[in-house]
């Protein structure tokens, strides 16, 4: 008998009403109104531009005056404003953002230069880059490269083979200088960068 109860609690189901068939098709439903098909569709007027924030109140008049004493300015003077209003605000410094071994492309390449010459910072990470190597000593490189990295033998192959590639970032000095040595001992020839 109890056998039977826990039978029947596995295999019941919860009941569905029986309005779920056709009803669930928008013409089916008893409040739709078919559309006349002769009818012009309904256009809506949408914003041309969407705010979020709402509509704005127009400046004040102080606002404006404000405006055109500064677009009276001399352009000498409207550059000493942004300094002068963050001094006189007490606003807080921005931290400068360092972008070194950043890809700025064409953008960065004046004013990359002249920074490149304002400080010259001496290179604390050092990257090896592996060359090329002899074709008879490929199985010794593959074998250093390994050594170095935390790569399988597959991994290690490919960018072998894929030569000149940078093996591994972000080394101090003597580990780079160490590992090209001995990448230079097995038939391979790696530079520091």
Same mark, same amino acid.
């Given at each position: 008998?109890?056998?039977? $109860? ?27 109104? *078919?559309?006349?098909? @002769?009818?012009? *569709? ?33 352009? $000498? ?27 700025? &492309? ?5 004013? &990359?230069?002249?920074?490149?010459? !304002? ?15 002899? $074709? ?7 074998? !250093? ?8 033998? @597959? ?8 030569? *000149? ?16 040595? @001995?990448?230079? $001992? ?8």
């Amino acid at each position: 008998m109890r056998i039977v $109860a826990v039978a029947r609690l596995f295999h019941a189901r919860p009941t569905l009403p029986k309005a779920t068939g056709h009803l669930q098709v928008r013409a089916f439903q008893p409040d739709f109104k *078919p559309r006349d098909p @002769k009818a012009k *569709p309904i256009r809506y007027k949408y914003p041309e531009v969407y705010n979020p924030y709402g509509p704005r109140p127009p400046p004040s008049d102080k606002i404006v005056q404000l405006a055109e004493r500064i677009a009276a300015l001399a352009p $000498a003077e409207r550059s000493q404003l942004g300094p002068a209003l963050v001094e006189r605000l007490k606003l807080p410094q921005m931290q400068h953002i360092s972008t070194e071994g950043m890809d700025l &492309g064409a953008q960065g390449g004046a004013a &990359g230069a002249s920074k490149a010459e !304002e400080k010259k910072v001496e290179k604390t990470a050092f990257d090896v880059k592996l060359e090329k190597f002899e $074709a008879s000593a490929k199985i010794k490189v593959i074998k !250093e490269v390994r050594a170095f990295t935390s790569l399988g033998l @597959k991994e290690a192959k490919d960018l072998v083979e894929k030569a *000149p590639c940078v093996l591994k970032q972000g080394l101090t000095k003597e580990e780079a200088n160490d590992m090209i040595e @001995k990448l230079k $001992a097995a038939g391979g020839v790696a530079v520091m960068e």
